[in-house]
């Protein structure tokens, strides 16, 4: 599909539906962050409201007037659905002005399209009833994508009307090869890149584009390593900090989990590290130090705890447990 990357699978679901023009009025594509939801989503929708797609294709063409406003972002029968700027939660007065958009005939194609992302965080209760009722009698023509990185987060009722569809995290060719032919990165550069990714294409692609944002991932991940030496206080004190509010620990979760994979490959004798240079030599030194069993163990309570911030677990106290539970290595040269 247009301007898909990898998740071929995925696309050829699709892809399916579009040649035989068997749409479904709900899918859920699901995946980590990054991985090209939103891209897919949008490469379907353009698809579905192309004037120039002959039936059997799945193609949009790009070019005809409604491929044209997609991608300018004024489509009348494309809406991407989010809470207002100054708002956490889809309010009910969108979805249910949702609900007036899809009763209506679409205004230049034989579809009606709405897109919500993050569905999985930016749903209360009310809301996610409300959606609900247009998920149980969705008007004709009308499709609704809805993206999630946490299905199970949804109401049962909610995944039960709609065609699940997962995405996984892209290869590291897969992102370097992207980088270097449609946003012309240097090969050095998109292999680095692609190496600090964690599968997730468009982190890659905001870190080349915002290089600030590489910056500071780098400094992250000069602290998170040097915790391993820390002493307790100081372990504590980070945790603090890095574990103020939900999104800070996300993201310090996010970039501790990529390292310490390559901690836990090193520890097993492999060579395929993500982490390049002074951390990938300090993730092979760690893992020689600790062994496959303490490695593995701190792997997994790194993921239970980002698993734990879904269910609204203090931020500061799920790093502080980590920073308690971080085996300790210590420096070289430094005293015994």
């Known amino acids: 599909m247009r301007g898909v990357v990898g998740n071929a699978q995925a696309q050829a679901v699709l892809e399916r539906a579009l040649a035989t023009e068997q749409m479904r009025h709900a899918y859920l594509l699901h995946g980590p962050e990054g991985v090209g939801k939103r891209t897919l989503a949008l490469a379907f929708a353009q698809a579905a409201l192309c004037l120039r797609r ?10 005809c007037a409604s491929c044209h406003k997609l991608l300018h972002g004024n489509h009348p029968d494309l809406a991407i659905i989010e809470p207002e700027d100054d708002k956490r939660w889809l309010s009910v007065k969108l979805l249910r002005e949702m609900q007036h958009l899809a009763s209506l005939a679409p205004t230049e194609s034989a579809h009606r399209i709405f897109i919500i992302p993050d569905v999985d965080n930016d749903l209360q209760e009310a809301t996610a009833n409300t959606l609900l009722k247009t998920l149980e009698e969705p008007p004709e023509g009308v499709i609704i994508l809805l993206l999630a990185v946490e299905p199970d987060a949804l109401l049962p009722t ?8 997962g995405l996984r995290p892209l290869t590291t060719e897969e992102i370097s090869q992207a980088l270097r032919e449609r946003w012309s990165v240097a090969p050095d550069a ?15 692609i905001r870190a080349h584009e915002h290089p600030d944002e590489q910056a500071q991932r780098e400094q992250l991940l000069e602290r998170l390593i040097a915790l391993v030496a820390a002493p307790t206080d100081e372990r504590m004190r980070s945790a603090a900090t890095l574990g103020a509010d939900n999104g800070a ?26 982490s390049t240079d002074a951390a990938r030599r300090e993730a092979e030194r760690v ?12 792997l997994d309570a790194l993921l239970a705890a980002l698993a734990s911030l879904d269910i609204n677990a203090n931020p500061r106290l799920t790093l502080e447990n980590l920073a308690l539970a971080l085996p300790r290595v210590r420096q070289v040269g430094a005293r015994r």
């Open 54 to 63: 002959r039936p059997g294709e799945s193609e949009a063409c790009g070019e």
């Open 158 to 165: 909610i995944l039960s009307r709609c065609q699940l569809i």
């Open 190 to 204: 998109a292999e680095q890149l692609a190496g600090l990714a964690n599968g997730r294409l468009g982190w890659a």
């Open 249 to 274: 620990a996300r993201a310090t979760l996010d970039q501790w989990i990529s390292w310490w994979r390559d901690v836990m490959l090193a520890a097993n004798g492999a060579h395929a590290l993500r």
């Open 287 to 298: 893992g020689a130090a600790i062994g496959p069993e303490r490695a593995h163990a701190f």
